[in-house]
């Protein structure tokens, strides 16, 4: 599907498969607060493995080890373990959607200690990482590659790695909307579709429901969206923010505001968009979306994250206001 990525990079990554005994132990890892591409890709590419007679196949990523609810039917989850229970030393380690070891939290360090590691990512950002890259910037989404690394080991594609992958596939070009959703993307999704996937159903399981906690949650938070016509050059800014108060008041996890970012970056008034969500007392995960014109990975990596052009995050440090101030100065700087 893809060849954007070295002949000698895919033989690399197919040989470290090849050669693996079938009783090696294989780590899989996704980044942190795992979306749909991370685990997606992830599990999928473990069916795989699993398909091509490897015993020993762990998945996992950092921290909290439950699995987001939109992420509770997909196949593969008996792949899963908690990162404490990850294997220290596996023979073959392979990474899923993150651009950094620093992504992969407490699982960073098996980066090292594994026989070799391969890296599946899409990320502009990456910062090559690990021994095998197959990283292309120019795929929608890291199942995109995935599938390619599936294809060249001979995996049949059934119709549970295609939900795996069409999950992931589906997340990260936002329903097929956003930029990168090539021709060659659309291909793709026929194939996964071919295997007998029910797009309806998985789409409402993992976009289109939600506890109605959440709802209410949606609406006091969005009820407090600032606007900014005046920054980023006057092309406009949005954004608000969700403390864990309003998330324990509402009885709701972390995970049900991955989401809200969508929500806000459709301010007609706005090129740009933010969404704050506190993580602890003073610390919160910010997303940020552009609509073309602002390159928000710029100002993510000025600010310690990074991202894609139009879609970026990182970790801030203080007030709601002052990070949207470093926000607003990192976005004036980049003009
Ligand atoms: P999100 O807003 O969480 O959907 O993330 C959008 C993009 O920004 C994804 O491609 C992430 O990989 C990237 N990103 C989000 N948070 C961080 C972070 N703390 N550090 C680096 N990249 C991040
Ligand atoms: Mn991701
Ligand atoms: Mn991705």
């Known amino acids: 599907m893809t060849d954007r990525l070295s002949p000698q990079e895919w033989s690399a990554a197919v040989a470290a498969v090849r050669e693996l005994p079938r009783d090696a132990t294989v780590l899989l890892a996704c980044h942190v607060n795992p979306d749909g591409d991370a685990i997606g890709s992830m599990l999928g590419v473990g069916l795989g493995l699993r398909a091509l007679g490897f015993r020993h196949v762990q998945a996992s990523f950092p921290g909290p080890p439950e699995v987001p609810e939109p992420f509770t039917s997909l196949p593969g989850l008996d792949l899963l373990v908690p990162s404490s229970r990850a294997v220290a030393a596996p023979d073959l380690m392979m990474s899923f959607d993150a651009a950094s070891a620093s992504r992969l939290g407490e699982l960073a360090d098996r980066v090292t200690a594994a026989g070799t590691t391969v890296v599946l990512d899409h990320h502009a950002s990456y910062t090559g990482f690990g021994k095998v890259h197959l990283v292309d910037p120019q795929a929608a989404a890291t199942a995109v590659v995935a599938e390619e690394l ?133 610390e919160w995960s910010v997303s940020m979306r552009s609509k073309g014109a602002n390159d928000v990975r710029a100002v993510a990596v000025a600010l310690g994250g990074g991202g894609h052009r139009l879609a970026a995050g990182f970790t801030a440090y203080g007030e709601v206001a002052d990070v949207v101030a470093a926000i607003r100065e990192q976005l004036d700087t980049d003009r």
């Open 150 to 282: 599936l294809h060249r080991l001979g995996v049949r594609l059934d119709a549970q790695i295609a939900e795996c992958l069409y999950v992931a596939l589906v997340t990260d070009t936002g329903s097929f909307k956003f930029d990168m959703t090539t021709p060659e993307v659309h291909q793709l999704a026929a194939k996964l579709l071919a295997t007998g996937l029910q797009p309806s159903e998985i789409t409402r399981r993992v976009f289109d429901t939600r506890p109605f906690g959440a709802v209410r949650l949606y609406g006091e938070v969005l009820s407090r969206t600032q606007l900014d016509p005046d920054a980023a050059g006057g092309q406009g800014l949005v954004w608000t923010w969700a403390t864990l108060d309003d998330l324990a008041r509402h009885g709701q996890h972390p995970y049900v505001l991955e989401p809200l970012i969508d929500s806000v970056r459709c301010t007609a008034e706005a090129e740009v968009s933010c969404v704050l969500k506190q993580v602890a007392a003073s």
